[in-house]
């Protein structure tokens, strides 16, 4: 059986999963290489809601890898990659806010394929986006006077084509 591992999130919240589920995160990884497993990581940049979704992503990849080594032929592999690649679009279907904090989690603890999963996320949102439109979306406030408005679009001209 799996040794079981546990983090702390920022609000005191504490779970405890498999070895294989947090060595998904470079940083938990590194902290218990350090200092053993006989306490609680603490992870004092992801609140406990955020912690719980991530740790549902990494269960879910660390099964699905699992199955992926112990598939039978690439027949399998393929179908089983198929499957998860819908699944990470399910997972990651969530409102801005989560996405938000879900990205600053999967960069805070290196997860690197849930943060790309979090940045194409983003990218696909603002893909075919005008500035304004993105601002708009993103609650962003443009502190820029009409004339450095003027200036980046000249600089810029390539991505506004």
């Known amino acids: 059986?799996?040794?079981?591992?546990?983090?702390?999130?920022?609000?005191k919240q504490e779970f405890q999963v498999d070895e294989d589920v947090a060595f998904q995160s470079i940083t938990v990884?590194?902290?218990?290489?350090?200092?053993?497993?006989?306490?609680?990581?603490?992870?004092?940049?992801?609140?406990?809601?955020?912690?719980?979704?991530?740790l549902e992503y990494c269960s879910k990849h660390s099964e699905h890898q699992k199955l992926?080594?112990?598939?039978?032929d690439d027949h399998a592999k393929r179908a089983l990659e198929k499957t998860m690649t819908q699944w990470d679009k399910d997972f990651i279907d969530v409102d801005?806010?989560?996405?938000?904090?879900?990205?600053?989690?999967?960069?805070?603890?290196?997860?690197k394929d849930l943060l790309g999963l979090c940045c194409?996320?983003?990218?696909?949102?603002?893909?075919g986006k005008t500035p304004d439109e993105i601002r708009a979306?993103?609650?962003?406030?443009?502190?820029f006077t009409p004339e450095e408005e003027e200036e980046v679009r000249r600089e810029n001209q390539w991505a506004f084509e």
């Open 137 to 143: 979306y993103f609650n962003i406030k443009n502190d």
């Open 68 to 72: 992926v080594d112990n598939a039978a």
């Open 96 to 111: 801005q806010n989560v996405l938000y904090f879900v990205t600053l989690a999967a960069n805070y603890l290196n997860i």
């Open 29 to 54: 990884k590194n902290m218990l290489e350090d200092t053993g497993a006989d306490f609680a990581v603490p992870l004092p940049n992801v609140n406990g809601a955020t912690l719980s979704k991530v």
């Open 1 to 11: 059986m799996a040794e079981k591992v546990t983090l702390k999130s920022s609000d």
């Open 120 to 127: 194409q996320t983003v990218a696909d949102i603002i893909k």
